[in-house]
């Protein structure tokens, strides 16, 4: 079996463009699962970088220079097909990959979000990113291939990882099931608000939720649910 980690940066803003895509491959063998060197390409974009994004994976136009043409689903296809069909693709919040990445270029492949497997495997971690999933499971990674952070290449190296580390304890059937499983969003999954129910959130950090281009989609509709529940209801925290 062959499980093909993914991860995207992305230009930010509207619309969104992948500048950046990496694979790390982790394969069955005798001895157990094995990860295999990641790679990684750049495009570069029709658009502009939005300052944010620059802020999170310091990728500039600058560095983007001599690359040749933009992203598109043949370049995707032809990456994701490097090395072979995989068995599934796999990503830490695959909502976020499969945003930008449709089902003609995947051709039916299921998907293993190791962000919703991990919550499942391990529901007292301080939290659930990978990096903070790699300090706390104590992953030892050689640094030159685990960072710097939110560039494509480490953090699928840093996936890979966690990947490995659900496999010693889950089947890959099981991380496909905790995948499609619906996330319970009773309460907010993260931020400033994490932990708290959703009628106790101002509705300005609702509204961010809502805008914020990348943010989960399921996040993204729950946070829509309660506005559209405060107009009716004419009840409304502000602040």
Aim: proline share 10%; net charge negative; hydrophobic share 45%.
């Amino acid at each position: 079996m062959r499980l093909r980690v993914i991860d995207i940066e992305t230009s930010g803003g509207e619309p969104s463009e992948i500048i950046e895509i990496a694979a790390v491959d982790v394969v069955a063998d005798p001895g157990g699962w094995i990860a295999e060197p990641p790679r990684s390409i750049l495009f570069a974009p029709r658009g502009p970088i939005s300052v944010h994004a620059m802020a999170i994976h310091h990728l500039t136009p600058a560095h983007l220079a001599g690359v040749e043409g933009p992203c598109d689903d043949g370049a995707l296809a032809a990456f994701l097909s490097d090395g072979g069909r995989p068995d599934a693709l796999v990503a830490h919040n695959a909502s976020f990959e499969r945003q930008h990445i449709g089902a003609g270029v995947t051709a039916g492949l299921p998907w293993i979000c190791t962000l919703k497997a991990a919550r499942a495997a391990w529901p007292e971690a301080p939290g659930h990113s990978n990096q903070v999933l790699r300090y706390w499971r104590g992953l030892d990674l050689d640094p030159a291939l685990a960072m710097p952070p939110h560039r494509a290449g480490p953090d699928a190296w840093v996936t890979a990882h966690i990947l490995l580390d659900l496999l010693r304890t889950a089947s890959a059937d099981d991380l496909l099931a905790w995948s499609l499983a619906p996330r319970s969003l009773d309460r907010v999954p993260f931020g400033r608000h994490r932990g708290e129910p959703w009628r106790a959130v101002p509705s300005p950090y609702l509204d961010w939720l809502m805008a914020e281009p990348e943010m989960a989609q399921d996040v993204a509709d729950r946070a829509r649910a309660e506005r559209a529940g405060r107009t009716r209801e004419g009840a409304a925290p502000e602040a």
